[in-house]
């Protein structure tokens, strides 16, 4: 069975740092590209970044450029999301999503970002 | 960023009957147009590729269409089970735009 499970989310401060993580399972991880996206209650999805299968090329959201970093390691399949310099508008339930079109998603992650 | 706009927000709509969901590109996409389905406390499930391909294990009352910048997703003979949010995507350009959603409610 195809599976993503996110970890990582949490309460932090406005300009601390998070660092989200993607277990995938049930396919052969390094043939996908992977995205991050979320999604705030009743909104619709926003993508964030997506990584392709051995990491060699990404790409941001315009509102993310700079602060966060979307890596992969092939041997854990796991995909990871590092958050930095966080600000309010950044909470978010963050998935991760294989593929385009997005044919598996994660159940999510909370980002609460709060002083 | 191309611009997502699905019609309507919300449809309240009774057993059996036809739906029909519009999604328009603010710029020509071709065929690189997704639908999805999301019930509450659910992740988004993929139910249409590429504006008219069908997904294995996705009923066939579910069928879309269209190309460039104009789009409709059809569920014919609603089921009690279709309540949820749809959304379209467009895969043609970075950054990936999802459409603002449209509810669908069962009377």
């Known amino acids: 069975e195809v599976q993503l499970v996110e970890s990582g989310g949490g309460l932090v401060q406005p300009g601390g740092s998070l660092r989200l993580s993607c277990e995938a399972s049930?396919?052969?991880?390094?043939?996908?590209?992977m995205h991050w996206v979320r999604q705030d209650p009743g909104k619709g999805p926003v993508w964030v970044a997506r990584?392709?299968?051995?990491?060699?090329?990404?790409a941001y959201a315009d509102s993310v450029k700079g602060r966060f970093t979307i890596s992969r390691d092939n041997v854990k399949n796991t995909l990871y999301l590092q958050m930095n310099s966080l600000r309010a508008e950044d909470t978010s339930v963050y998935s991760c999503?294989?593929?385009?079109?997005?044919?598996?998603w994660g159940q999510g992650t909370l980002v609460t970002v709060s002083s | 960023e191309i611009v997502v706009t699905q019609s309507p927000d919300f449809q309240s709509v009774t057993p059996k009957e036809k739906v029909t969901i519009t999604c328009r590109a603010s710029q020509s996409i071709g065929s690189s147009l997704h639908w999805y389905q999301q019930k509450p406390d659910q992740s988004p499930k993929l139910l249409i590729t590429?504006?008219?391909q069908s997904v294995s294990g996705v009923p066939s009352r579910f069928s879309g269409s269209g190309s460039g910048t104009d789009f409709t997703l059809t569920i014919n003979s609603l089921e009690a089970e279709d309540a949820a949010t749809y959304y379209c995507q467009q895969s043609s350009t970075l950054p990936y735009t999802f459409g603002q959603g449209t509810k669908l409610e069962i009377k």
């Open positions: 990584i392709n299968g051995d990491g060699s090329s990404t």
């Open positions: 590429f504006a008219s």
């Open positions: 999503v294989r593929a385009a079109p997005m044919d598996c």
């Open positions: 049930g396919f052969t991880f390094s043939n996908y590209w």
